[in-house]
């Protein structure tokens, strides 16, 4: 079985410029979550999604926003952004939406706003 | 609140010895989940090894075991006969019913030959 994808890998932007980002989970996963990690605040939570609704949510300015579709792929979305958005931004899913579910991550997306 | 603790940045251990890494976490939620994962300088998040807060067990994945001590709320990862392709960042997870993963802030671990 095909573990989680992210899509690019890589992305270089400036600030102010927009970004969107694709995870596309385990086969059968309908639970996404995306986190942000960087040297100075560790992984930090981004937000939740479970059959196309957001279930939770992270302390993050609304510039950060998210989406689940029917197949269960997910986006985020980071727009104007700042040089502080400069990070490791990694998906995770699971099968269903517990604690004593596994989630399994991406590879993650590094991304460097100059 | 919710808490996950790692005391220790960093560890070192010489090949085939063992080595555990320190855990410990805070909830008021009866049922949660504890994972350890592994992240390699590549970036990518591996798991290794659940715990779940009514599991009588310690857990158990091949080299991985987890020294699970509810009263105390510490959940430990001991890694036996050590390998190179150890030598990564190690990260403590919690995750209460149906809210968010926890992380702690890491150990990196460093095994030498």
């Known amino acids: 079985k095909a573990g989680v994808t992210q899509t690019p890998r890589y992305l270089i932007k400036t600030r102010g410029q927009q970004v969107t980002l694709s995870c596309s989970p385990i086969?059968?996963?309908?639970?996404v979550s995306w986190y942000q990690q960087t040297p100075g605040q560790g992984l930090q939570f981004l937000f939740e999604?479970?059959?196309?609704?957001?279930?939770n949510k992270g302390n993050f300015p609304g510039r950060f926003s998210g989406r689940q579709f029917s197949n269960s792929r997910s986006e985020m979305n980071v727009s104007t952004l700042e040089l502080g958005d400069s990070a490791l931004y990694l998906c995770?899913?699971?099968?269903?939406?517990?604690?004593?579910?596994?989630?399994?991550f991406g590879p993650g997306t590094r991304l460097l706003v100059l | 609140a919710q808490k996950i603790t790692q005391t220790q940045p960093g560890m070192f251990v010489q090949e085939k010895e063992a080595v555990t890494l320190d855990c410990t976490y805070d909830?008021?939620?009866?049922?949660?989940?504890l994972f350890w994962y592994k992240q390699p300088s590549s970036g990518e998040m591996i798991f290794l090894i659940y715990?779940?807060?009514?599991?009588?067990q310690n857990a158990t994945e091949g080299r991985y075991s987890l020294n699970f001590q509810k009263a105390r709320k510490s959940a430990n990862l001991v890694i036996s006969a050590s390998q190179l392709g150890d030598s990564a960042m190690y990260f403590c997870a919690m995750r209460p019913r149906t809210d968010k993963l926890i992380f702690g802030t890491g150990t990196r671990l460093q095994v030498f030959p």
């Open positions: 715990q779940g807060s009514y599991d009588q």
């Open positions: 909830t008021s939620d009866p049922s949660y989940g």
């Open positions: 999604y479970f059959s196309e609704t957001q279930r």
């Open positions: 995770a899913s699971s099968s269903i939406q517990t604690g004593e579910e596994t989630q399994y």
């Open positions: 086969s059968g996963h309908r639970s």
